[in-house]
């Protein structure tokens, strides 16, 4: 044993040392100093780059430093770097430029920048990536954090100041790209995620998984594991007193069977982490392994085993009618027919799986309230889900600042397990997944396997279309059924097509199971569709831009639903990308022969914004003492900008300024149920609550012709309003698909330059240009955020990322998107103000995906001339089989 | 229901039939009561806690007032819509 002493932050430590001390630096600053602004992703290994601190003035991965070796050494985490209330100037240019998202890799960015900078204080693009590339983030795309370490060297070189680059807010709120409410507090390490949360007599939870797809359970020993040190108990489904369930398939903890690798059996909690997952090896479990459902076309073969005893394994299937689609092809002057596939994709967010849960007394209850802290994107239904699961009314969830989701946390798991054990041991209990276990819990992007005839007219005017498409759904239905109906919500995509027939079905395998994931079956179907039309454009002989004008819906048409249009700006999008478009045919055309070639692609996409369906929201608005008002909604944040968004416009409508406005939108005993952060339905369903609900405030006020709180007080009148948003869409007749499940639409139009190797199959996406039409822009930084990283994420999905479950563990193998594959983007934002929009506002981050992976393949087809790959990621080993299909002719 | 506003005791009354229950009481109307006038003022259901507090009935009472209980039975005919997930 040693005693090393170092500088953290500027004050002395002295630390006593093992000789096989294991400790690193990550554990001193986040366990033994309360400095949890270094974060942690990659379960240690030094791939993610968020717990990078200063040592010595030199950026290191907190993960890999160990204790021992920094006698002497000064540290400087994020904590030590600036506050809130007296930032560092990157700090302030990471707002500014609005680099900050989810935020969990903000403090590492951070850090590795100020290293950077104080090396070279003038870094050109090369340099920032070269330095950064380890950096990982998975919401900006990267764009905006290039432009925030290019600001902090114009401000810490005096080339600029705080004040030249501030916006005004006097200068008009709607339309102003204002920093954040949340991002200053992200991005000095301030704000608290799930696996930041630390109390008294805090107990680890960590789970027995299993290592079988699907078997039964015959019997589970844990009596040695319960006497090892440190373990305070082990529970198992008989413990738990509710339904045992988080949804009618899917066990809280498994009693009786398996259904996919990685399913819960048991939980071990004890006083360190370590101590819990040492126990969780000393749990026997007996298993019986049953046939295993690998594949769809396994799952729907007569005599299959079923995945659910009581749920055939084909579980879900809805067609899709309008007007009659085999006379249609019948007199199209062309058809072309093509198999699309995509793949199983985690959605990725840095932030693992993290929970907390402990019960509260009070005086005033009978019982004490269960407070679960966890990271849905749906607190209100979620807190049902748990009431029922445990069989414990008396509950509140809270939700503390979240690391990314993209659709991810419209399920839980680990909240579940904490939950359940906190109640059962009646102590705080926190689970923070490794990475690898996060993976294995979490939902998936679903894959799809899509049979496709698109037939037009030689004049170019499409005349049917055709779509058979198979769902492999994995192990729990989870928004199964969801994903099928989204997709046929949005199935024509942008266009008029008189007649369509589609049939979709969902097929239960011992896959790992899908869930949410932005966008969440529109990207599927549309890379289809948009791949057909290139197919039907090549072969007409047609411009791609031209052929998608040609057929782009007008008002007075019906998408695939039979639903009547009355707004549809898509063509202007196609429109404002046609100079880049030309510009970038021009530049490529004279690189189509030796090994770099480039190409060009297009494709568009039109979103239905909502669930689809019925869907209402609530929010509240109170007018404070202060002339302030403050905002209740069950509103998630996890780095889309919510927060931005409500201020602003709660601003604008009250004429305060916006340091005025409070949210309130964390936890569900304060907040009306505004329902999930899905379906890009934030600002248009949640932002129209409050706009009513401030209309309301507004027209009390005026009935009296009050100036503020005091008038109100005096009148006797409340200050506080309940708005609603309710969106009277429908469901899908049952045996037409048929119905409206929108009542309105994002649209765009995406442009990919792309340059492949073509000796080693190798594609480099030079730039991306995206023009989409949201309406009402109420805050043009953060849309371009949202469509910078949405880009990202669709090329990722179209050349690069695939989950195999068991086998993709970490960042790494998953292909994590990096400053080194980072591209050039240029956003376009038209404004047509939507009839029934916040303002005129809709939502944006999910449609950004859908035209991605088909304009990526088209313009490696336009390089390359080889065959169109269909089947995603178009890994180098496709590209390489497309170039040898088009050479054997 | 998406439009809780539309409720009518009338429709309280259906459901009751449908859940066995042939008239509605005093306590049924107390318990709807207080569950519609919670919700227009918070836009969510209250916990049973708040229930209980709120009509003066002891939780057991509530729970057997209903056929299908509170969260099925009660909340139903009181017209709350449950928090969604995606259909």
């Known amino acids: 044993m040693k005693k090393i002493t170092l500088t953290v932050n500027g004050v002395l430590r002295s630390i006593q040392v093992e000789d096989d001390d294991r400790r690193v630096l990550l554990d001193l600053l986040r366990e033994n100093l309360g400095l949890p602004g270094t974060k942690q992703s990659c379960d240690r290994k030094g791939q993610c780059g968020a717990c990078t601190v200063l040592v010595n003035n030199r950026a290191v991965r907190s993960c890999l430093t160990r204790l021992r070796d920094l006698d002497g050494a000064e540290v400087v985490s994020i904590e030590g770097l600036g506050t809130p209330e007296k930032p560092h100037p990157i700090q302030e240019a990471y707002v500014l430029t609005g680099a900050i998202q989810c935020g969990f890799c903000t403090p590492g960015m951070i850090m590795a920048t100020k290293a950077l900078l104080d090396q070279d204080p003038h870094p050109d693009t090369k340099l920032i990536k070269e330095t950064l590339q380890r950096n990982l983030c998975r919401c900006t795309g990267y764009t905006k954090i290039l432009q925030a370490v290019k600001l902090a060297a114009e401000l810490l070189s005096g080339q600029t100041t705080l004040e030249a680059v501030r916006p005004d807010p006097r200068d008009g709120l709607i339309g102003a790209s204002l920093p954040r409410p949340n991002a200053l507090a992200l991005a000095c390490g301030t704000a608290k995620f799930a696996g930041d949360m630390q109390m008294e007599g805090l107990l680890h939870l960590a789970a027995v998984r299993s290592p079988h797809a699907h078997a039964l359970i015959r019997s589970i020993d844990y009596s040695t594991a319960r006497a090892m040190p440190g373990v305070v108990g082990v529970m198992t489904a008989q413990d738990i007193k509710g339904s045992n369930r988080l949804q009618d398939d899917q066990p809280l903890l498994c009693d009786k069977k398996v259904h996919v690798m990685g399913d819960a059996v048991a939980l071990v909690v004890a006083e360190t982490k370590d101590q819990a997952l040492a126990a969780t090896k000393a749990v026997l479990v007996e298993h019986e392994p049953l046939p295993i459902v690998a594949t769809t076309d396994q799952a729907l073969t007569d005599g299959c085993i079923r995945v659910h005893e009581q749920i055939p394994n084909l579980c879900y299937e809805h067609p899709q009618i309008k007007g009659d689609a085999a006379s249609a092809f019948g007199n199209s002057d062309e058809v072309v027919e093509a198999e699309f596939s995509t793949q199983l994709i985690h959605q990725a967010p840095l932030e693992p799986e993290a929970a907390f849960a402990y019960l509260e007394t009070s005086e005033d209850e009978d019982e004490p309230k269960l407070v679960v802290v966890g990271r849905s994107i749906n607190i209100h239904h979620h807190l049902m889900v748990l009431q029922k699961a445990l069989g414990w009314d008396n509950m509140r969830y809270e939700q503390p600042f979240i690391g990314g989701q993209f659709g991810i946390k419209m399920d839980i798991t680990a909240e579940g397990l904490a939950a359940a054990a906190a109640l059962h041991f009646k102590r705080p209990v926190r689970y923070v997944c490794s990475l690898a276990e996060a993976m294995w819990i979490t939902p998936k992007r679903h894959p799809f396997t899509m049979k496709v005839r698109l037939g037009a007219r030689r004049d170019g005017k499409l005349t049917a279309y055709a779509i058979d498409f198979t769902v492999n759904n994995g192990a729990y239905m989870s928004v199964g059924r969801a994903i099928v109906n989204r997709s046929l919500y949005m199935l024509s995509g942008s266009y008029s097509i008189p007649a369509v027939e589609a049939f979709g079905r969902l097929v239960y395998t011992n896959d790992a199971w899908g869930g949410a994931a932005r966008g969440a079956g529109p990207p599927q179907v549309n890379f289809a569709l948009e791949s057909a039309m290139e197919l039907m454009a090549q072969r007409l002989g047609i411009d791609p831009l031209e052929f998608r004008l040609i057929n782009s819906l007008r008002p007075g048409e019906s998408i695939s639903t039979g639903q009547v249009i009355d707004e549809w700006p898509y063509a202007g999008c196609l429109e404002a990308i046609r100079p880049h478009y030309e510009r970038a045919r021009r530049e490529s055309s004279g690189s189509k022969k030796g090994r770099y070639r480039r190409g060009v692609g297009i494709a568009g996409g039109s979103f239905g914004i909502g669930r689809g369906g019925a869907d209402r929201s609530n929010v509240a608005v109170e007018l404070m003492p202060d002339g302030g008002l403050t905002v209740y909604g069950s509103i998630s944040d996890p780095g889309e900008g919510n927060d931005a968004m409500l201020t602003q416009i709660a601003a604008h409508l009250m004429r305060i300024p916006p340091e005025k406005v409070l949210l309130v939108t964390r936890d569900t005993e304060r907040t009306p149920d505004s329902s999930s952060a899905s379906g890009s339905r934030v600002t248009y369903m949640s932002g129209g609550a409050m706009v009513n609900a401030i209309e309301q405030l507004k027209a009390a006020m005026a009935e009296i012709s009050a100036q503020g709180y005091d008038d109100m007080i005096a009148a006797g009148k409340p200050t506080r309003y309940l708005g609603t948003r309710i969106q009277d869409a429908t469901l899908l007749e049952p045996k037409t698909g048929q119905g409206a499940p929108f009542e309105s639409r994002v649209h765009g139009a995406q442009m990919a330059e792309v340059e492949v190797d073509t000796e080693t199959g190798n594609v480099r996406v030079v730039k991306m240009t995206a023009a989409v039409d949201a309406g009402t822009v109420i805050n043009p930084v953060i849309v371009e955020g949202q469509i910078e990283g949405g880009m990202d994420m669709g090329v990722g999905m179209a050349l690069r990322e695939e989950y195999v479950h068991g086998r993709t563990k970490d960042w790494v193998s998953i292909h994590f998107p990096t400053m080194k594959t980072s591209f050039e983007s240029t956003v376009i934002l038209l404004q047509t103000p939507r009839k029934k929009g916040t303002l005129g506002a809709v939502g944006v981050s999910e449609f950004v995906l859908l035209p991605t992976a088909a304009a990526v393949i088209t313009a490696i087809q336009d390089a390359t001339g080889g065959a169109r790959i269909c089947e995603l990621p178009a890994t180098p080993a496709r590209v390489l089989a497309s170039l040898a299909r088009k050479r054997a002719g | ?87």
């Open chain 2, 1 to 87: 229901m998406v439009h809780p506003e539309s409720w009518t005791k009338r429709f309280a009354e259906i459901l009751a039939r449908e859940d066995g229950l042939a008239e509605l009481t005093e306590v049924h109307w107390r318990i709807i009561d207080f569950l519609r006038q919670y919700y227009q003022a918070n836009g969510r259901a209250p916990l049973n806690t708040e229930l209980r507090k709120g009509t003066g009935l002891a939780l057991a009472e509530i729970e057997a007032s209903f056929p299908k209980g509170i969260r099925l039975g009660a909340r139903r005919l009181a017209g709350l819509p449950n928090p969604k997930s995606c259909a």
